[in-house]
């Protein structure tokens, strides 16, 4: 896991897979223009 003030990045796991898709697909909280 990488570390530094304010963020914490690790590999991601395949219980991740629906959390980003939600993420990808939710157009409504896109801040540029699709």
């Not at 796991?13 to 896109?30: F, G, Q």
Request: aromatic share 8%; charged share 30%; proline share 0%.
């Amino acid at each position: 896991m990488l570390t530094s003030d304010g963020h914490r990045l690790r590999a991601l796991e395949r219980t991740d897979v629906d959390l980003l898709m939600d993420w990808e697909n939710a157009s409504e909280d896109w801040w540029m223009g699709a």
